[in-house]
């Protein structure tokens, strides 16, 4: 009886490690996308813009016996909106470098399909981008970063995504939104024809994404 115990010991402790191993342990890839970017303003509507990303991408197993992965990387993001008010146009196109960390857990469908939610957070730092204003029949175009440019640098958020991984390469789509106000700029009232400013404008970021990829 004894032998037979440790025997069924042993089997299973052989198969624990066979499917262990065949989980990876360490995932480079690369992605690419589209993204679909906004930003929410306090008092003030604004319209989708058209983005794009392009990320190196890491992936850590956490848990031998389950395929629990760190997920992390490197990330170009554009991101920005569009604006009308009372005839006066105004867009913004920041670009970002980011850094997710996230955690994932895949999920195997006849060895054939791996699908797999990944959620967490972001630090994103602003590195470029140009706002646009259009009244009077004028144009002005300004450095987002700039002395007149009204946005911060830092940005940080929650970020989710759903992947599908087939062979090596990978589909995927999601959503991030920022925590904080990345907005400079004041709201103000005009008073015998002098500018005052009563409120500070609170913008915070959103942006719905596209992937494919490919996994090394």
């Known amino acids: 009886m004894k032998k037979l115990f440790f025997a069924l010991v042993g089997v299973a402790m052989v198969a624990s490690s066979a499917v262990a191993q065949n989980f990876e ?19 003030l509507s604004a319209n989708s813009r058209a983005g794009f990303h392009v990320a190196g991408v890491y992936q850590r197993l956490l848990m031998d016996s389950q ?25 913004a196109n920041p670009l970002y470098l ?42 002005e175009k300004l450095d987002l970063y700039g002395k007149d440019g009204g946005l911060k640098r830092s940005d940080f958020g929650m970020r989710f995504s759903a992947t599908a991984e087939w062979k090596q390469f990978v589909f995927s789509l999601g959503y991030e939104f920022g925590f904080i106000n990345v907005s400079n700029e004041s709201i103000s009232m005009s008073v015998d024809e002098e500018e005052f400013a009563i409120a500070p404008l609170k913008m915070k970021t959103g942006n719905f994404f596209l992937s494919v990829g490919y996994n090394f």
């Open 98 to 139: 980011e850094i997710p960390v996230m955690v994932n857990y895949k999920f195997n469908i006849k060895d054939v399909v791996t699908l797999y939610p990944s959620v967490g957070f972001y630090y994103a730092l602003g590195v470029a981008g140009k706002s646009k204003y259009d009244f009077g029949g004028m144009t």
């Open 67 to 91: 395929p629990l992965y760190f997920e992390t990387g490197l990330q170009i993001s554009q991101k920005g909106f569009k604006s009308e008010i009372l005839g006066e146009k105004m867009s």
């Open 25 to 43: 342990k360490n995932i480079f890839g690369v992605r690419a996308g589209l993204n679909v970017a906004n930003m929410s303003m306090q008092g």
